[in-house]
């Protein structure tokens, strides 16, 4: 009798056992790996399990391999370094779809420029044109100057290319230099525009005749006009490819940072096709130009966070262009008091509100209206932002703290030998990032993609590291067009100095920027940027341990692979 109910019991803990384990089994676990979490309680795991698109278990070899099954992915990541999907804190989704579609004359390696090279830019655009006979408008990326009267004209562009419109798109993207047959299509002449501000910013010369350089928001003319040049399918296939190019960079979510309801909707039959590949929240606003309350534009911002609210997008959130990003000093947009109107009535509405700004003076008015909003509208979690916070003074940073302001930066902009400045007689110091750490400022880091290229978080992250003065290359005296380009970009060559180098950032701290910072600026900390139970699975495996390796050779890592729900959206050599 005994023996009977010894084997009873020993056939029922089999049953329990065998039960327990199909009940526990994931669809995928990775193992063997060095794992950074971001969960400041367990920063470190050698194995993580997913089921579905979530993270469901983090831990030890042993403990993950338990919650294997027959049906199991088993990814072994060889001691690889794997960290959460980088959250791209600032992007402009679509001129990078452009970007990537186009002629790019702006690369790391080097930079073609109208100022240097304009017999060489020639060439490349009729190359470029002859191996594109079907393109209705060719585009391209370029450094050229924004300071009138050394802009650029289009006759030069009509060389190159005379039949066709051509739309130049400027590194910063606050300004475009187009051909002739672009004005014409943008139907812009010698008489003046209707809008006073787009007539502003365009470019005449001393007759009175457009010179092909549209800046501000005088380029939302030539946008306007671009509207109906592509084909729904030819602007789904751009983007879809934008989504890819970001997943080799390891980045799975992004803030996009200019938009419209037209654009959310290109993303909205993406996700409905199974073909988007990074989480996308996007900002409502055109790059230069300046906002109105008008009754259809507040209908499609409801209609916008009304529908689209998942976790592939979302679209609470306004963009505003505090100063421009043109000329030697960028121009003014908005009066303090025009400005604080608009933000204190959506906000009231309940919009999250970013703000671009190049300036000291307009990021100390950004701060002083967000101060104002707080006591107006009264406490309630906001997460306002400004974009490119370098300018934030010192005297700022405590007030950035106690309002809990989102203080975005891209690191690929840093750092000239006067930092980020694009006033050359502002010698303030910029890019505060261990300043803004020590003050528990949220620090969201991003590439502000195509604004610098590559949208490689790790260039980002090697720069924070380290702070590397950049300077011209190829014998340049300036950078190319004028325009200071940053870390690695337009054939800018690493001096063996650091700017500020008490402002550098650990490496945990940089990956931290660009990952739970990040989703905590775009209201998704509760299930992305860190690897813990029931987040999202959204993560990148690194070919190197940039936590351990020298902080110089940061850059040199790679993605090997991109998770995104659980699901590998890039690999390499795939």
Known sequence: ????????????????????????????????????????????????????TRIDAVGTDREILARN???????????????????????????????????NLSVPESSITPEDDPDVLVKQLKAYAASHPDDKVLFARADFSTEPPSTPRHELLDRAVADRPVVVHNSSEHALWVNGKALALAG?????????????????????????????????????????????DEKLAMLRDASLYLNRYGVTSITNASGSLAEIELYAALRDRGQLTVRIRTA???????????????????????QYHDDWLSANLVKFFADGGT???????????????????????????????????????????????EKINGPRDR????????????QDIPKLARLSVIASMQPAFCC?????????????TTDRWQSMEKSRVHLAFGSDWPCSWPPDPLIAIQEAVTRTIWRPGNGRKDFP???????????????????????????????NAYTQSSAYARFSDDRLGTLEVEKEADLAVLSQDIFSMKPEGIAKARVVITMVGGKVVFSEGN
Do not use: C
Request: glycine share 8%; net charge negative; no cysteine.
């Open 1 to 52: 009798m005994d023996a009977h109910r010894h084997l009873v019991r020993f056939w029922v803990a089999v049953a329990i056992f065998v039960s327990g384990s199909a009940l526990l089994a994931s669809d995928t676990v990775l193992i063997h790996g060095h794992i950074y979490t971001g969960n400041p309680k367990a920063p470190w795991a050698q194995a993580l399990a997913i089921t579905g």
């Open 69 to 103: 099954s027959a049906k199991t992915d088993v990814i072994d990541l060889q001691g690889r370094t794997v960290v959460p999907g980088f959250s791209d804190d600032h992007t402009h989704m679509w001129q990078g779809a452009l970007a990537l579609h186009g002629l």
């Open 188 to 232: 812009i002449t010698d008489r003046p525009v209707a809008d006073a501000l787009e007539e502003k910013y365009i470019v005449r010369d001393a007759g009175g005749h457009p010179t092909g350089m549209l800046m501000e928001a005088a380029m939302q003319m030539m946008e306007r006009a671009l509207t109906n040049q592509l084909s729904q």
């Open 284 to 306: 409502f606003g055109a790059i230069g130009a300046t906002h109105h309350l008008t009754p259809e534009f507040l209908a499609e911002l409801d209609k916008a966070r009304t």
């Open 327 to 373: 000329g030697e000093v960028p121009p003014l947009m908005y009066e303090p008091a025009e400005f604080k109107k608009l933000v204190l009535e959506l906000d009231k509405r309940g919009y999250q509100i970013m703000t671009h700004t190049y300036r000291p003076d307009t990021s100390r008015m950004v701060v002083d209206t967000y101060e104002e909003v």
């Open 383 to 394: 997460r306002l932002r400004v974009e490119h916070a370098d300018f934030v003074s010192a």
């Open 416 to 428: 000239d030998v006067e930092g980020t400045n694009y006033d050359p007689h502002e010698h303030a």
């Open 481 to 511: 067009g004028g325009v200071f380009d940053g870390a690695g970009q337009g054939g800018t060559v690493p001096t063996k100095n650091s700017y500020v180098p008490e402002e550098r950032l650990t490496v945990e701290q940089a990956v």
